[in-house]
């Protein structure tokens, strides 16, 4: 499993069932929850032993029709939430199910007469016994109970008497009579309320079984779609499947980006723009060098190594100790003396002596910078309603999963009259925004100087500071601040931001087109064609 967390969770919800749930009996339980878990995990978790009761073989069964459906298993492994859920769901079923199925049945009635005859005294019971065998002759043919042979002997025992007036011998063997015919009818009862239970037990398992397939196709149908979230940001999917959460129009809108071949080109471009930058990172190093080495040591004499001239008495050779005791050699000792001339013995020992040498390199790598992140602004105003919105919101969402794909970090900036944004690194709490954005109705008027100034100041964050903008708007307005244009002129100059628009009229402001790096028209009166009108898309194409 994937986390302790929602393991907890699960371990609760079995011991839960076990102990309080109202189907069938605790053993049973506990059994069903041990082939649940080795369905789910067949390495950890062993067979249990077998019981012999139909409830039991059936939702044995009914497991395994469940887990044998494709890709379940796979999806749940990926997914510990789905794997909770769908364990809650069918510990659910089989408790929602074993209850309707025994409360809601056609023998409710014959239950009742059933109970009643237990119940009723034997003084009644001796006048009204040709009741209780009509009742029964008309419910079962005489091949499964034969009412005509109880008829005869209840005749014999009763006849027209009263409860007194039947001796006490022939009133036992009435009761056992009565006790044996009520047994015989409980068990018939029993086996077509339970004939009954079992085929509508079928219905059910197959309703359930058909319903967990719509689920995991559409959970294999959103992952399809929605992988770049999920699969970079870890968004919980299992919210969308589980849960009421439509995501029709992020499909819808997904559709549309494939039918617009120009549109998924312009963001499969921007993907390649300001691809990583290569840099060239030195890198300082302190290299130390220790050595060791035996030298002489003169201070420390331990070993005779050969012998020298010296003035070294202690150390003179005993021949040259002889001159001195001559008188004729006297004066040529002294002469040797004075000059450290006389032999003597080289005493010599040896040290060892460390040496440190320090030295510095310098090297030099390739550091690739990371792929900066998207602010991408979209025009919600009245004047895009139609054609117009439908490109801004496809192409938001293909810029999106372009971007996230890619591991960057993206930003959307609804605008008019005033300014909504969405941060789309966490995605798990903005896929809900981006589908709300994506059934929006346009209105209001165009102020471009907010959503500019928004993405600058996003730019100067740490998080969007490597940031491209691009602009999706029809760009009918007549002013945008000054300020802010010299805030976007600085960015470009010094940051190298990139500001990017696609207009989506034929009628633009082109004094403010001037201030982007590239500019983009799309016209919607002829779908599928762009035309870039500052620098070419070959152009780009060769420099990204």
């Given amino acids: 499993m994937a986390t302790n967390v929602p393991q907890d ?33 067949p390495k950890r978790f062993e067979v249990p032993e077998e019981l012999q009761d139909q409830y039991y073989e059936y939702f044995k069964r009914a497991l395994d029709n469940l887990f044998s459906l494709e890709n379940l298993l796979p999806v749940m492994r990926r997914n510990q939430r789905i794997t909770q859920q769908v364990v809650l769901d069918t510990l659910y079923w089989m408790r929602k199910t074993y209850d309707k199925v025994r409360s809601k049945n056609p023998f ?20 009204r016994w040709h009741v209780l065998i009509n009742s029964i002759r008309e419910e079962y043919p005489r091949e499964k109970l034969d009412a005509d042979f109880y008829q005869t002997r209840f005749g014999e025992l009763i006849g027209n008497k009263t409860i007194e007036e039947i001796e006490a011998r022939d009133r036992e063997r009435l009761e056992l009579l009565l006790t044996d015919l009520l047994a015989q009818w409980d068990a018939l009862l029993n086996a077509r309320m339970l004939e009954y239970q079992l085929q509508h037990l079928e219905d059910e398992m197959q309703a359930y079984q058909e319903l967990m397939e719509a689920k995991v196709e559409e959970y294999t149908q959103l992952t399809n779609l929605i992988s770049p979230f999920s699969d970079y940001l870890g968004w919980d999917m299992s919210r969308s499947l589980w849960e009421d959460t439509s995501f029709n129009i992020l499909r819808e809108y997904d559709e549309l980006l494939q039918k617009e071949e120009s549109i998924r080109e312009l963001a499969d471009l921007l993907g390649r723009m300001r691809e990583a930058e290569i840099d060239m990172e030195e890198e300082t190093f302190e290299k130390t060098i220790i050595r060791q080495e035996w030298v002489p040591d003169e201070d420390s004499r331990s070993e005779v190594v050969g012998i020298h001239e010296s003035d070294e008495l202690s150390h003179m050779l005993s021949s040259e100790a002889g001159l001195l005791g001559d008188e004729q050699t006297e004066d040529l000792f002294l002469a040797r003396f004075a000059e450290k001339n006389l032999l003597t013995f080289r005493y010599e020992d040896q040290k060892l002596i460390k040496s440190t040498n320090k030295s510095v390199e310098v090297n030099q790598r390739k550091r690739q910078k990371e792929k900066g992140p998207f602010i991408v602004c979209v025009d919600t105003s009245e004047s895009m309603l139609g054609r117009p919105e439908q490109i801004a919101k496809v192409l938001a969402l293909g810029i999106l999963k372009m971007a996230i794909r890619e591991n960057r970090r993206a930003y959307l900036i609804n605008f008019s009259i005033g300014i909504k944004t969405i941060d789309l690194y966490d995605i798990a709490d903005s896929i809900d925004e981006l589908a709300k ?86 016209d919607p009166q002829e779908k599928g064609i762009m035309q870039e009108l500052t620098h070419g898309l070959e152009e780009l194409r060769q420099r990204y």
């Fill in 9 to 41: 969770r699960l371990e609760q919800e079995y011991e839960r069932f076990i102990e309080f749930g109202n189907l069938l009996d605790r053993q049973t339980r506990k059994y069903l929850v041990q082939y649940l878990r080795h369905k789910i995990e």
């Fill in 108 to 127: 409710e009635q014959e239950v009742s007469r059933l109970q009643m005859w237990a119940i009723t005294p034997m003084h009644v019971f001796v006048k």
């Fill in 437 to 522: 954005f994506l059934t929006m109705s346009f209105h209001g008027g165009t102020d471009i100087s907010l959503p500019l100034y928004e993405a600058i100041r996003q730019i100067k964050s740490e998080s969007y500071e490597d940031a491209d903008v691009l602009v999706i708007s029809d760009f009918i307005m007549y002013r945008v601040d000054k300020e802010v244009l010299k805030d976007v002129q600085h960015f470009q100059l010094n940051q190298g931001t990139q500001f990017h628009s696609l207009t989506l009229s034929s009628d633009p402001n082109t004094r403010i087109l001037e201030h982007f790096d590239t500019n983009w028209v799309y």
